[in-house]
């Protein structure tokens, strides 16, 4: 369990991750009419601005921005000021945009590396979180509590598929409808409740006699189906590793203990309570066990990029085993403030975590997380490139050029770890960043 260890990656581990090359496959159907915008808006962002931060501001943009929703609206019933939605849906696309050139911008400055990619999937495990509740919000399914958290756990474990699948494969994959396509989907319900008001989607559907945030949640139900059968398509074929196993030579199925043991205990809490501890605070209740699902869903990303075996049980779990305890004893405590604490410990927990492991990578690997060194430069490239490259392989010129900042920084001192480019980012998704938007980059400087 990672409570409190010295030092949470090993030795070992930080090579294998120094190691690490990016691999996706990509079929969005909205990702390449996007490129155009992506592409003109990383050409506004200033040569110094380490893409770390870029991603980092998204997040902050997103959370504070769905944090005013939740001011005005903690039980997802109440009406919130449309305005709110409206700045909810800006702060998506914000966090959508930054997201998508984060990795371009360590391209342009050639300063990729492995500590991006951890970076951004950390980013977008919280970000979860968030974007399902602000949607839950806006449709008001606070008077559906079950749906509201069918929904938002079903985003969870989507996302944590994903990367479970990356564990056994390899190779992170997106399919016609995914990321980007319910980011937009979501930004068009901001906005139908910012023209028309949230209680629009209470309204019946005349024919069928059901209201309209119980069809939407029933069209989400149909597209979760849809990607979670082509998520298990991967245990047909097996894992990379020897005899079908994963990338660390685990059981394909491993993942599923971490991930259970927090929708399991979430669902019998929610169930058992008398005090209808998720009913009254159904916002809060999500946040505290997303914030459990990010913690776990950032340690599978780990594993799969040191090619480790993922512990079953975790520290984040302490929050929700409150909770459970409280109720044991016949609830000693209010379940309202075990829930806030809880929610306390866990996100303590989940900032704990993150930050260790991104200073041990820095330290590992001689790279700062928010800043470009005097040395770092735009990346040449040249010729074509390979599918690791186009999504977020430095270019022999940043190898170059951060290594001359590397020297200045630290007095002529050799690496300690392998020579990597500073602050890293790899490309979230095949389509963005493609060898085309690299050259347009390179010829409109």
């Known amino acids: 369990m990672h409570f409190y260890k010295e030092k949470i990656l090993s030795d070992g581990q930080l090579k294998r991750l120094s190691e690490h090359k990016y691999n996706s496959e990509s079929q969005s159907l909205l990702d390449a009419w996007l490129q155009p915008w992506w592409n003109w808006l990383v050409r506004q962002v200033p040569i110094w601005l380490a893409p770390n931060l870029i991603t980092l501001s998204g997040l902050i943009i997103n959370i504070v921005t769905t944090l005013i929703l939740i001011y005005y609206s903690p039980d997802a019933k109440s009406d919130a000021p449309r305005w709110a939605f409206f700045l909810c849906g800006v702060g998506l696309f914000a966090y959508q945009s930054l997201d998508a050139i984060d990795g371009k911008q360590a391209r342009r400055t050639g300063t990729s590396s492995p500590l991006g990619e951890l970076f951004d999937h950390g980013c977008d495990s919280i970000s979860t979180v968030f974007v399902a509740i602000s949607a839950c919000i806006a449709v008001q399914l606070g008077y559906y509590p079950t749906w509201m958290f069918f929904q938002c756990f079903c985003a969870m474990t989507l996302f944590y598929c994903a990367h479970w699948q990356t564990y056994v494969s390899g190779t992170l994959r997106f399919g016609k409808l995914d990321v980007t396509e319910a980011q937009i989907t979501i930004m068009f319900i901001h906005l139908i409740s910012t023209i028309f008001g949230p209680s629009i989607w209470m309204a019946k559907v005349p024919v069928a006699n059901v209201s309209f945030n119980v069809i939407a949640s029933i069209g989400t139900f149909t597209g979760y189906l849809r990607n979670f ?217």
């Open 229 to 445: 059968f082509q998520f298990c398509q991967v245990f047909e074929t097996g894992g990379v590793g020897k005899n079908g196993s994963s990338v660390a030579g685990t059981s394909v199925l491993s993942p599923i203990i971490p991930f259970g043991l927090v929708v399991v205990p979430a669902y019998i809490i929610y169930r058992k309570s008398v005090q209808a501890v998720y009913e009254n605070n159904p916002v809060l209740y999500i946040l505290a066990f997303g914030m459990v699902a990010a913690k776990v869903t950032n340690r599978l990303v780990v594993a799969h990029m040191t090619k480790n075996e993922m512990e079953y049980f975790d520290s984040a779990l302490i929050g929700p085993l409150m909770l459970f305890l409280n109720q044991y004893f016949n609830f000693y405590i209010p379940e309202y403030i075990v829930l806030w604490m809880c929610l306390v410990w866990v996100m303590f927990d989940l900032m704990r975590y993150c930050s260790a492991v991104c200073l041990e990578i820095c330290n590992y690997l001689r790279i700062q997380l928010f800043r470009i060194p005097s040395g770092g430069g735009p990346a040449v490239h040249s010729g074509p490139t390979s599918v690791t490259d186009k999504n977020g392989a430095a270019s022999a010129q940043g190898v170059l050029n951060a290594f001359a900042g590397l020297a200045r920084q630290h007095d002529g001192r050799p690496a300690a770890g392998p020579v990597q480019t500073q602050m890293g980012r790899l490309q979230p998704r095949q389509g963005r960043g493609s060898s085309e938007s690299l050259v347009d980059l390179r010829t409109e400087r």
